[in-house]
């Protein structure tokens, strides 16, 4: 930032260089898929991506669903090294997630990745390098734990923006347990330009509710359902949406936006109606299971069909971080909810 730029100024300026086709309104934490030995599935990883990448156009990675938490060092550098093939083949931008319960490490993260960026992109300024590899930024959480205060938020979130990078701010409670308040995020907004994009899946949408525009912060909602009624141009207060849902259901979702766009209210209302159900039907679903998170178990049980077409039910279910299997009975009644809700796909995207 140089002296004469404010925080906002060079939040404009970081946007549109980051994103000169604009901001994708849609955005996914894709799903980790794993072979039978537990390695990282590539080919499957890049199938899936494939399958998105018409409606889908920006991407977290490791996010939540993608098994952000449980990933080894190892393995998420595997993952985002073969990510950033495929957001150049497929055109899509790129958010690295720094997912840490700890912001230091978090902070540590990020450095070292945007040495890794400079090598891959033989490019000296930062920007540069991050605009060549369609990197859009890093996303961090607040540290874990309930009893953290606003105040010891902002120090550690304060030093990760003070890198200087673009940055997204990620508000999952579910995780943290804890919430950044809307005066704690407008601070850090009206101090730190490379504060771009802030994402709330805590459900009760406090940030966004304040009708204040943080200075050009793109907001995003990470919560599921009722899914007409959050964006700007139906009236909402979120400028798009970073959903788990989006790895399955990404045309459906764009499609909710273009009808309210549009002012195609009612077919809008009608499928965030039928999503709505659907998702709620696959939380009591997988709700029991001991392995992994609800949003990536949901996720997997879904794309089984997307992947495999209406005869999923056959093919082995899928493998989970843990190294054990989505259980049969959950595919099993995932395909009979898909099929209830004139949700279920013609065919797979692997036939």
Known sequence: MTASESPATRRKRLLADLFPEGVPGLWCPPLTHYDAEGAIDRQRVAAQLEFMSPWVKGLLVPGSTGDGWELSASEARELVELVLGEVQRLKLRLLIGALRPVAADARRVIAETRGFLQDRAEAEAVEECLVQTRVCGFAVCPPRGRLVTQLEMDAALSDVLSLGLPTAM???????????????????????????????????????????????????????????????????????????????FGRQLHQISENLSTGRLTEAKEMSERLTGFIKEMSRLVRGIPDGNQFANAGKAVDHFHAHGPSASQVPPPRLHSGRSLPVEVIRATGEALARHRLMPAKGYLE
């Open 170 to 248: 990620y508000q999952i409670p579910q995780v943290t347990e804890n919430v950044m308040r809307p005066e704690l995020v407008a601070s850090l907004a009206r101090r730190f330009g490379n504060f771009i994009l802030f994402k709330d899946s805590s459900g009760a949408d406090d940030v966004a509710k304040t009708g204040h525009d943080f200075d050009g912060l793109f907001l995003v909602r990470g919560a599921e359902g009722n899914y007409a009624q959050w964006l700007k141009t139906g009236g909402g207060v979120y400028h798009g949406l970073l959903l788990s849902t989006a790895n399955c």
